[in-house]
């Protein structure tokens, strides 16, 4: 099980901030639409910031680890590799995109560092 925390940001009445029209708005929805963030120094900052864009107070909240489920923040690898490339690979979750992740590829020694979107269910802790 992963432990480290993680925290989102949400209004008194469960609603949680995350994607509105496009990458740089944002709006209060369902859990599903969350933004994630691994250090809380970055969420009580984006909480001050969507507070005065939304108009409404919102707070900072942890994201429990659960076990097997894939977070913002986890380093993942392929649940089922197809080749030995695979098999070594690791990636780091950047965001949620209901049931796909954006990943970036650790340490690949490329100048610009590959980064896709993938389902979870194809992705594993480790």
Request: charge should be negative.
């Amino acid at each position: 099980m992963n432990t480290d925390a993680r925290y989102r940001i949400r209004a008194d009445d469960g609603r949680y901030a995350g994607y509105g029209l496009g990458p740089l708005s944002v709006s209060l929805a369902g859990e599903d639409t969350a933004y994630v963030f691994a250090q809380r120094v970055d969420a009580d900052e984006a909480a001050s910031k969507f507070s005065a864009e939304l108009g409404e107070a919102v707070s900072v909240v942890e994201y429990p680890a659960v076990d097997g489920e894939v977070r913002v923040g986890d380093v993942v690898r392929f649940a089922a590799p197809v080749t030995t490339d695979e098999e070594g690979e690791r990636f780091e979750v950047l965001e949620h995109r209901g049931d796909r992740a954006l990943v970036r590829l650790v340490e690949s020694g490329m100048r610009i560092e590959p980064t896709f979107v993938c389902p979870l269910n194809e992705l594993v802790n480790g």
